[in-house]
């Protein structure tokens, strides 16, 4: 009955070993405890939930066949976020080539760069987040836990509620945006 | 306006369109000159990026379990032979995503081992229990087909519409359906909500089926199938070596039979089996926890008089979850210093109390975090985090005879990430612990019965 059942398998026909179920067990553990840092970096570079999504897939792979490789006595959070912030440059440049328009290179590093820099700020504004998040309306939070960032999940909620979709999209954008200013608010106190 | 609230409006703007997937190349070339043109326009358009990503956190589980099924749907993707955005802009995106999975599932119908149906998932195990065969975890699916064999603990799994079930070890119980089970030996409590009615339970004796209720049933080679009801009714059908009917019995709360194929006997009697005692401890490690996910776990055995300082009950990783004083009262209104500011408990309103311990500093195991979350049966009143709040409120809602530890940073930390989460009954958590220190408390009180 384990969970990554299908991703041994996948590595046996890879002839790349297999991971035993202990080892599995620490690795997925080690990832779900820094998949909230994870999805803010891969977020923080490409921004929509769907390519999130894409990258975050593409970033577990990554983790889960270089695990062997991963030296325990360096923290798996940083390791794993690396990984991550060069799973989503990458996202972003084959796409450019794909569309024809997109980041360049020096903007991508700066903005690894600046998010570097700013980790422990960043850490800061999280909490800030949290609290902010309590303090939203109930009907707010019973919207933002339904439905936000996934485009259908909007049009049910919408259409469970006889509102239109749009209205739904409009409110969920208020909604973040009175949530950055709630946390900007508190920053500025603090600092 | 200041000249840089108005750069902060307009990255707010671009961050959106990024957001939502509409960002065209006017726009693209826009935001890019804006973050070249210094480092505070980058970090507005992180922080902005930082709240979306907060949000799209919120729904999800972020626990081992759930990583994994990520990680099974990545190896499927990495599977298909091209990606959607080669058809063109998001919008044809869905339709060529569907043909895509279509094939992917024809190709698995042809190539792949059949999976057995899903018939729930686990919603509970208790620290120390072992298994014959095949371990369990928190969060599995359970399939049709699948076997729990327990040898020592008890788990609890949600099955179908409606229906949870404990089992409590040494057990054997094969999942027919997501309507039914068959007990081979030891004791199932089951609780069927109004969607499972009809829920069924067999052993070689009996057919239990369920009218809307809560029942429990054991099964021995001695004493044969032997069944209880606490709330509702059941109909339990004693069945012949043919699998015949050979006689109905309708019970209601507070009655009790044995039905014996071997013996033919199907009576509304007294049962020889100590239910109240075997099931004690389930019901008192799980308190009114409805489910539990990720790192967090029920006990299993004594809960009282624990040694809960530092390294006295290693948790080995997992965070368990302790219940302790129930139906607290006071007879005035009590400000207490909660993780988001002081809470007023009203006089007369009854709590129960659960502590959550986190004790990785005999295992050492670097850089295991806690992290969970618990949906009790009642409102959360208050979660409590602080070293002076914990002690403060061990008298009066710890369990007498448990030793607390009592020097510093038993409490959480700023890094430390508790918040109540979904309905006001659900506690997400994140105890992040580094290599100087693996211990972590923190205690819920929730809305008890007087």
Not at chain 1, 67 to 80: E, L, Q
Not at chain 2, 224 to 253: F, I, P, S, Y
Not at chain 2, 277 to 286: E, F, I, L, N, P
Request: net charge negative; aromatic share 8%.
């Amino acid at each position: 009955m384990s969970v990554s059942q299908s991703v041994r398998s996948d590595r046996r026909a890879d002839g790349t070993g297999k991971m035993t179920p202990d080892q599995e067990r620490r690795f997925l553990r080690l990832v779900a405890g820094c998949m909230d840092d994870l999805r803010r970096v891969v977020v923080g570079f490409v921004g929509h939930a769907d390519d999130a999504d894409d990258v975050l897939q593409e970033t577990l792979l990554k983790l889960y066949d270089g695990f062997d490789g991963y030296d325990p006595d360096r923290s798996f959070r940083a390791w794993a976020c690396t990984i991550g912030s060069n799973a989503a440059r990458d996202f972003l440049r084959r796409r450019k080539l794909r569309r024809g328009f997109g980041f360049d290179d020096d903007v991508l590093s700066k903005l690894a760069s600046v998010r570097t820099a700013t980790h422990e700020l960043t850490e800061l504004r999280n909490e800030k987040f949290r609290e902010c998040l309590g303090g939203l309306p109930t009907k707010d939070q019973e919207m933002v836990w339904g439905c936000y960032g996934r485009d259908e999940r909007i049009k049910d909620w919408a259409a469970e509620r006889g509102l239109p979709a749009s209205t739904v999209g409009s409110r969920l954008r208020k909604i973040r945006e009175a949530l950055l200013a709630c946390v900007n608010r508190k920053m500025g106190a603090f600092q | 306006m200041s000249e840089r609230s108005e750069r902060a409006r307009e990255i707010y703007q671009l961050a959106a369109e990024m957001c939502s997937g509409t960002l065209g190349p006017e726009s693209n070339e826009r935001l890019q000159n804006l973050l070249r043109s210094d480092v505070a326009a980058v970090q507005d358009y992180l922080e902005y990026l930082d709240v979306h990503a907060g949000l799209l956190g919120l729904a999800e589980a972020d626990t081992p379990p759930a990583v994994g099924r990520l990680l099974n749907r990545a190896v499927v993707e990495r599977h298909r032979p091209e990606r959607a955005e080669w058809f063109g802009p998001r919008v044809f995106a869905a339709g060529a995503a569907a043909v895509v999975a279509a094939c992917v599932v024809v190709a698995f119908v042809f190539r792949a081992e059949p999976v057995a149906p899903s018939a729930g998932s686990v919603i509970a195990v208790a620290a120390g229990t072992a298994f014959e065969g095949d371990a369990v975890e928190i969060e599995d699916v359970v399939r049709v087909g699948d076997v729990l064999a327990l040898t020592k603990g008890f788990l609890s799994i949600e099955i179908g519409p409606g229906a949870t079930l404990d089992v409590v070890a040494p057990a054997k119980v094969r999942v027919l359906s997501d309507r039914a089970v068959w007990l081979g030996r030891g004791l199932i409590a089951a609780a069927v909500g109004p969607a499972g009615h009809g829920f069924e339970v067999r052993t070689d004796d009996a057919v239990i089926v369920d009218l809307g209720t809560r029942f429990q049933v054991h099964k021995d080679e001695s004493y044969g199938t032997q069944l209880r009801v606490t709330e509702g009714k059941v109909l339990a059908t004693l069945k012949d070596d043919d699998g015949r009917d050979v006689k109905r019995l309708e019970l209601l709360a507070g009655q009790s039979s044995r039905l014996d194929r071997v013996t033919a006997s199907a009576d509304k009697i007294d049962t020889l089996f100590d239910f109240d005692a075997a099931y004690a401890t389930v019901s008192a490690a799980k308190g009114d926890v409805r489910k539990f996910s990720g790192a967090a776990k029920p006990l299993s055995g004594e809960i009282v008089g624990l040694d809960l300082r530092v390294s006295g009950l290693d948790t080995r990783g997992y965070a368990y979850v302790i219940p302790e004083a129930r139906g607290v009262v006071f007879d005035e209104a009590v400000t207490l210093a909660t993780l988001t500011g002081e809470v007023t408990v009203p006089a007369g309103l009854a709590i129960d109390s659960y502590l959550v311990h986190f004790d990785n500093e005999q295992s050492k195991a670097f850089e295991e975090n806690g992290y969970g979350r618990l949906a009790f049966g009642s409102d959360v009143v208050a979660v409590i985090g602080s070293d002076e709040a914990l002690a403060a409120t061990d008298p009066r809602f710890g369990s007498p005879g448990t030793r607390y530890e009592t020097r510093p940073s038993r409490g959480t930390e700023a890094d430390d990430d508790i918040s109540v989460v979904g309905d006001g009954r659900s506690v997400k958590f994140d105890l992040r612990v580094d290599a100087r220190f693996r211990f972590d408390e923190f205690r819920v009180l929730v809305v008890g019965a007087p």
